[in-house]
Structures are given as C-alpha cells and as structure tokens.
C-alpha cells in the first residue's frame, strides 16, 4: 500500500470523509518546503465549527504512524505530509513501474457515461485552423475521462441543416459543372463565396435559397441528394484531417439527425406555458435571469439550432444516461449555452446542471477573422502540411542520418500544432501566427517528445536492466538501492511524476487539458536537469541500475500524459 493511499485510509478514518473525497482534495504543493502532500481543512470547518487551522492541528495530533511518511504538519489550515525520501522513492517508482501505460490511471469515474460533443465542423465549409481548439481540447478530454475509468461518448455534432444548404444548392446549380462527388471541399467553398458575392447584386438568389432549403426540410428528393453528396464530400475530407490528429469519434449524428425529434420539445414547452408566440415566432422569454428571448421558431415555421440542441440534449440523455454532458465549443456561443441550459431546467430535467459548456478561446488570422463568406481562411490541412515540411527540415539539419524522417516529421509537425493549443488554459483569444505556432523552441510539442526521445536513448544503451523496487516493510531486498536516488536533481523528477495522477484527475474537474500538458512539462524540465548534472550509464552498476529505473519512469509518464493529449511519444528524434 503506498504512502498517498495511508494517508487517505486515514484521513477518511479521522474525517468521516469518503476515500474519494479526500483524493480529490489531496494536492501537491507548488513549494518543495511545504511538503509533498498537502490536505485544505477548510471545507470542514462549518462542520467542525472549528478553524481550519486549529482542525489541521487536531489532525496532525491524531494521525496514526504512516509507512513513508517522516512528518505531518499544520500550517495556516493545511495538514502538509512530509515522505521519507527513501520511501517516497520507492513507492512512486514502483506504482509508475508495476502500472506502466496505466500510471495515472483510475476508476474514478466507475464506468460512467460522460458525453463530449466537439470539434462540430461545417458541411461544404471548410475544416479551417478555428476548428483546432475544439477538436483537440475535446479529443483531450475524451481521453482523460476515459483514463479515469469513465465511459465516454465522442460525438461530432455536425453543422449539416439550415438555409445554408439552400445557398449551397442554389450556387451548384447555378454554376456547378461536374457531379457533386467530384468536388474538392475547396472547390464547394468556391461556389459558396460566389453566391454571396452575386446575392448582393441580386437579392431573388436568397429566395430560391430559402425555397431550396424548404424543399430539404420537406424531404425533397433532388434537394436531399443533393444535401447527401455535399456531406459525404465534407466528412471524406474531415476523416483524413482526423486521422492525422489521431482523433476519433462515437457518434456523428449532426444537426440533420434531430429534424424529427424536435416536434415533442416544442409541444411540450408550449404545453407548459414555458414558451409563447410573437409575432408569429415562438420564443421562451428569459428576460427574467437577465437573457434575451431565445428563439424557437421563426416566422415562417422553421427551427434554428437551439431547438435542435434541445432535442439532442434529450436524446443524448436516453441514450447514453450521462453523468455529465460536455460541449466543447468557442466563449461567443455562452449566451446560446445559458438559453439551452435553462431551458431544459424550466422544461423539469433533473440533469440540466449536468450540461457543461467548456469554452474556449477564439482563433483568429494576424491580418484578419476567420471567414468562410469572404473567403479569407485558413484550411487546417495546409496548416498541417506547413508544420510537417518545417520539422522535416529541422530533422535534416540536426539528425540528417535518422531513419524515417517523413514518419518522425509528421508526429512532430502534429505534436507542435496540439501542443500549442492544449498547453495553455482555454479561455483566451489567440491570432494565429505562423512563427509561433511552428516554433519548435521553449515549452513546446517538440521538447517534451524530444524528452522522451532521450529517456529512450538513455535506456538502449542499457536493455536488459530490470527494475523491480519492492515497497513497504519486510520485503526482499531492493534490486534497486533508491537510497541513491536521496539527492535534489533525482528527488525533483520523482516529485513531478508523483504529482502526475494528480494533474489528470484536476484537468478533468475543471476541464482542463492544459493542467495534464503542464504536469508533462514538469517531468521534463526537472528530467533534463537532471539528465546534465547526474551521469546515468556508466556509474557503478548501484547507481546506474537506479538512474535507468528514475529513467523509464520518466518516460512512462511522458508517454502517458503524451496520450492522453494527442501527441505520439517518438523513441527517435
């Protein structure tokens, strides 16, 4: 049993906390003099009827002998445990080394459903660089929840209804000049920038677009196979994008999915007196908790997407039965999440507060916005293919003799890309830049692979080593001597890795990738430190055996983390 696991026994024991509560509020502090596990007392001071200072130092009094653990202290509220260094050691090298691609694993989330809706491209739009944030925040989570022994549901809400297929009909009758299924998706981009470049000179071109997309709605055969091949386009184009960024997904019922479902939503808000005409529209006023009122349907009897989101919520809810129901899309859609949400509260759903929205930043041009209308965009097929060309040429210069650098080139040129977005918190408003997001220098993609890159080098030169660490009292005698390992460069390695497990369960509270991407980092930064003050092979076999051991730790966790984030860990670079 490690030292974090008799500490949480007895915490629980002291607290009447569960085991699981108390991992939760388990962390580790940023300060080395502060311990190496840290418990807040705080939430138990309205219980208590006690200051969380004078509860940490009532359960610093009562805590029992602990295997591992020097010391306990209360400080200004805190309980802080202090490990034996040796035991420290011992217990997290051994957890990484006997758990492998599992460390930092859990069944936290005992087979739960989480929904995570994300990336939600356009049909017959392009797959540009404003959908990456999305994509790969959500690829990351899906991943974190499912690590965290969550079932998870991978759904790719696609953009495929409303009048804009109108206008993409229109246009490729207009002035289509082969099958459907012979365009590129660039090439469907074309045809819809020049639909709105000719409706500004003739305003009718919108009501043939409106009547096509009437046509749709009503399940006209020339419109819906039209519609058909303009998806089949799209997704064809998507799914090789998707492969590059090793991303998949469960379900990718998109907006066209809810077109019958939708119906019993709007019977039911009218038979509750939740929603009202106006004007001939349908709308639920939300004036009361300070929103605008949220259209349900226009005028002309047509839906808009909030009341197919409606419908989906529903039907994800029979379906899947979540837990929690995530959807990973851009901050300036918070208002159109407030209205969903709320919605579903007045409508009775018990698991409305298990909707989140998991926001994030907008991605935009240094010269400009994102828009597909004028034409101005970037396709994120080129921005990949650019980050791929760049690491192939900084592979030439720096291992010219490396064998398959098209292969290294291409988990390199990717890696740099979803590092960029998942290694800082969500909510911020970034203009895309070439230079930076192709910098292979600093907390990049690339350095962390490059880590691991050398873990493995490192560990080549040695292949037969065995690292069994026995853990606890009267075991065998340790194959490996952890005492070797009682210095600050090695004991800030172990330190990181412990305080990984840790990390992941945090980024899935808070959803948020970038505290995994943060925790690798740390593993890095304090392995390469180490990596330069400290001789791995070649020291007496003691020492060596237990420096190869704190080696393929290192590049277990970074693998790990590296997983969970999208990137491919390389053994080569």
């Not at 999915?257 to 009218?270: A, H, N, T």
């Not at 001789?535 to 997983?563: D, M, S």
Request: proline share 4%.
């Amino acid at each position: 049993m490690s030292t974090k696991v008799e500490i949480t026994k007895a915490l629980a024991s002291l607290t009447e906390l569960s085991a699981e509560t108390i991992e939760t509020l388990l962390e580790t502090p940023k300060n080395a003099d502060q311990g190496d596990l840290s418990f807040p007392c705080f939430r138990l001071a309205k219980d208590w009827r006690k200051a969380p200072a004078a509860i940490a130092a009532e359960l610093a009094d009562k805590l029992p002998e602990i295997v591992g653990l020097a010391r306990a202290e209360a400080v200004s509220g805190y309980l802080n445990f202090f490990f034996g260094k040796a035991d420290f050691a011992a217990v997290t090298l051994a957890r990484v080394l006997s758990e492998g691609e599992r460390y930092g694993a859990s069944e936290l989330g005992g087979g739960k459903t989480v929904c995570v809706e994300f990336s939600s491209i356009n049909i017959a739009k392009p797959f540009h660089i404003g959908h990456l944030p999305s994509t790969a925040i959500g690829a990351a989570l899906n991943r974190i929840y499912d690590f965290l022994g969550y079932r998870t549901v991978a759904i790719n809400h696609l953009g495929d209804w409303g009048t804009q297929f109108g206008k993409m009909i229109v246009a490729y009758r207009l002035w289509g000049q082969k099958p459907v299924l012979d365009y590129t998706v660039r090439e469907l981009v074309a045809l819809y920038v020049r639909y709105h470049d000719e409706a500004e000179k003739d305003p009718a071109l919108d009501d043939q677009a409106r009547e096509w997309f009437c046509r749709m709605e009503q399940g006209d055969a020339e419109a819906m196979a039209l519609w058909s091949d303009f998806a089949e386009v799209s997704l064809t184009e998507a799914k090789l994008i998707y492969d590059r960024l090793g991303v998949a997904f469960d379900s990718y019922a998109g907006e066209s999915f809810y077109e019958d479902k939708m119906q019993p939503i709007i019977d039911e808000l009218r038979e509750k007196k939740i929603s009202k005409e106006d004007d001939g529209a349908v709308i639920v006023d939300l004036t009361p908790w300070d929103m605008p009122p949220a259209l349900i349907v226009k005028r002309d009897g047509s839906t808009i997407y909030l009341t197919r989101d409606l419908a989906a919520a529903d039907y994800r809810k029979a379906m899947y039965d979540f837990v929690r129901s995530l959807y990973v899309v851009a901050y300036q859609q918070d208002l159109h999440f407030r209205q969903l949400f709320k919605i579903l509260e007045l409508l009775g759903r018990s698991w409305a507060d298990d909707c989140v929205h998991v926001n994030f930043g907008m991605v935009s041009m240094e010269e400009g916005t994102l828009s597909t209308r004028s034409g101005n965009v970037v396709y994120l097929s080129d921005v990949l293919n650019a980050a791929v060309t760049k690491a192939r040429e900084i592979i030439g210069e720096k291992s010219p003799d490396l064998e398959g650098k098209d292969a290294v080139a291409e988990v390199i040129g990717v890696g740099a890309l979803l590092w960029s977005v998942l290694y800082h918190g969500r909510i911020k408003d970034t203009a895309f830049s070439w230079a930076k997001a192709l910098s292979f220098e600093g907390e990049t993609g690339p350095y962390v692979q490059y880590t691991h890159a050398r873990c493995c080098s490192v560990l080549r030169k040695i292949p037969d080593s065995r690292f069994q660490i026995p853990v606890g009292r009267g075991l065998a005698p340790a194959e490996i001597d952890v005492s070797v390992l009682d210095e600050p460069y090695s004991l800030a390695v172990i330190k990181a890795i412990a305080a990984f497990p840790q990390a992941i369960e945090a980024a899935a509270e808070k959803n948020e990738p970038y505290l995994v991407a943060r925790a690798v980092m740390a593993v890095c930064t304090a392995f390469n430190k180490f990596y330069y003050e400290r001789r791995i092979v070649g020291e007496e076999p003691a020492t060596q055996n237990a420096r190869l051991a704190l080696t393929e730790a290192t590049r277990q966790t970074i693998a790990n983390g590296l997983k969970l984030l999208g990137l491919v860990a390389p053994t080569r670079m």
